[in-house]
């Protein structure tokens, strides 16, 4: 994952040592919209869906890539629906790993902030939405 490979061994067993790989069956919610933020989510194999308010899909991720670090940054509740696309692998990292992580490295910390960038113009259009 982007941002992982600029740690330290230490630093990534310890992420590791906290973190939960749990598997979810394609169609199965991994978490609702306005459910609490408890991690964020790193996808290890297959796919998740994140749906928009209307339940139309915004995006797929795959192997490699990582959601829920938008509620963990602004420390509010979840923006989106996310159902497993496919049956998938997921590696859960909690809360308090994933701001010790960011305090560790820069480069996580980077990249974290360019996919809230990336990602910021799509929650903006699910809040508020243009006007027919």
């Given amino acids: 994952m982007p941002g992982f490979e600029s740690m330290d061994d230490r630093a990534l067993l310890e992420v590791v040592g906290d973190s939960a790989n749990l598997f ?6 991994v978490f609702e919209a306005g459910s609490p ?3 964020i989510y790193v996808v290890v194999s297959g796919a998740v869906a994140v749906l ?8 797929v991720l795959r192997a ?3 959601f829920g670090e938008f509620s963990l940054v602004l420390g509010g509740a979840r923006l989106n629906d996310v159902l497993a696309a496919e049956d998938c692998e997921l590696m859960v990292v909690p809360k308090e790993s994933f701001e010790r992580l960011i305090d560790s490295s820069p480069e996580f910390g980077a990249e ?9 113009p799509e ?8 006007r027919a």
């Avoid at 929650?123 to 243009?130: A, D, I, Q, S």
């Fill in 37 to 39: 933020s408890d991690g």
């Fill in 52 to 59: 928009g308010d209307d339940g139309e899909q915004v995006s």
């Fill in 24 to 29: 979810w069956r394609a169609g199965s919610t």
């Fill in 112 to 120: 974290v902030r360019r996919k809230l960038e990336e990602r910021l």
């Fill in 123 to 130: 929650h903006l259009r699910e809040l508020f939405p243009p």
């Fill in 64 to 66: 490699g890539e990582f």
